[in-house]
């Protein structure tokens, strides 16, 4: 079955950049939507961006100046690379499939990120 | 970006009640929301797509309809395993939105 999990670092000074991996298994990556969505603990979600296994992506515009999403075929796994962070970056951030006009069927467990000196 | 306003945020219902949450997409969204359950400390789940087509494995109780810019999703029987926060979410135009949640708990 399709699985994904987050990995990295779960500390992360402010102005430093966040940098998170998702591995993918039991499905090959050069198909659908790879996106990263994030939660602050206790809130709402938020999309960051999205990027297709050949090499094309797409950023929420309230984060694109920080945000460069890449591909890695040949491992099937993608990651995620945030600039400058502050505490308003704190959150769990999930790693996800989806359609870009549709569903988002499978979700990584998540990993809390921390933002602090 | 389209604003999804979802209410109530938080409910207390018994045991073999209907419940029934709302999202109101700020433009015309066709019909391309999904509906999330999200328990704690867990990833969230697809429960509906496409407004009103249900998920894989997901029970008949749960239900989801609508179109353009009102969107209604029900638990026609609450069971104590639905207890969970429920979100809506469009994706007609990016940046794909989330609507605030609503958090469902047994009275």
């Known amino acids: 079955q399709v699985q994904l999990k987050e990995a990295g670092p779960g500390l992360v000074k402010p102005s430093e950049t966040l940098s998170l991996t998702c591995d993918v298994s039991g499905f090959s990556i050069s198909s659908y939507y790879w996106a990263w969505i994030r939660q602050p603990p206790g809130k709402g979600l938020e999309w960051i961006g999205s990027i297709y296994h050949d090499g094309t992506t797409y950023y929420n515009p309230s984060l694109k100046s920080r945000v460069t999403i890449s591909v890695d075929t040949s491992n099937n796994q993608f990651s995620l690379h945030l600039t400058s962070v502050t505490a308003a970056d704190s959150a769990f951030y999930y790693c996800a499939r989806h359609k870009l006009y549709g569903e988002i069927d499978h979700w990584g467990q998540g990993t809390l990120v921390t933002v602090s000196s | 970006d389209i604003q999804m306003t979802q209410s109530p945020s938080s409910l207390s219902a018994s045991v073999g009640d209907r419940v029934t949450i709302t999202c109101q997409a700020s433009?015309?969204?066709?019909?391309?929301v999904n509906w999330f359950q999200q328990k704690p400390g867990k990833a969230p789940k697809l429960l509906i797509y496409d407004a009103d087509t249900m998920a894989t494995g997901i029970p008949s109780r749960f239900s989801g309809s609508g179109s353009g810019t009102d969107f209604t999703f029900t638990i026609s029987s609450l069971q104590p395993e639905d207890i969970a926060t429920y979100f809506c979410?469009?994706?007609?135009?990016?940046?794909?939105?989330f609507g605030g949640g609503s958090k469902v708990e047994i009275k």
């Open positions: 433009q015309d969204i066709g019909s391309y």
């Open positions: 979410q469009q994706y007609d135009i990016l940046p794909l939105t």
